[in-house]
């Protein structure tokens, strides 16, 4: 049988840096390591903890004492980025002006033609 728990640990810091020097440890220092070209940055190791461990640990009641790498809880209020990508920003599927007028030129054409046959209807508004 287990030892019952006797309460007079300390509580756990929230927010503090870990000094240790291990591969996995996000707050590691990367300046002066033997053999390694390219450490791992912060982001990576996340991610791979994150694919290691994905469940929060809890204590006999259920409440939660380490959230899972993902759960990560912010004080309200608190601004957050996104990372400035162009792939976030940017239009997707739009076409120029004189490509559109194409279309819909060609597009009026072989509807009049009896010998075309168009297969699909489109959603788009088509002026002909």
Not at 11 to 25: A, L, V
Not at 78 to 104: G, M, Y
């Amino acid at each position: 049988m287990g030892k019952p728990p006797s309460g007079t640990n300390a509580p756990r810091k929230e927010g503090r840096i870990k000094k240790g020097r291990h591969s996995m440890n996000p707050d590691r220092p990367t300046e002066g390591l033997k053999g390694v070209s390219r450490p791992r940055t912060k982001g990576t190791i996340k991610r791979l903890q994150m694919y290691r461990c994905f469940k929060a640990k809890r204590n006999s009641i259920g409440k939660i004492i380490s959230p899972a790498p993902f759960q990560g809880w912010v004080p309200s209020g608190t601004r957050s980025r996104v990372e400035p990508n162009r792939k976030w920003f940017d239009n997707t599927r739009v076409i120029s002006q004189n490509a559109l007028q194409k279309f819909q030129e060609e597009f009026g054409k072989a509807i009049k033609n009896p010998y075309d046959v168009i297969m699909k209807p489109t959603i788009c508004q088509l002026h002909f």
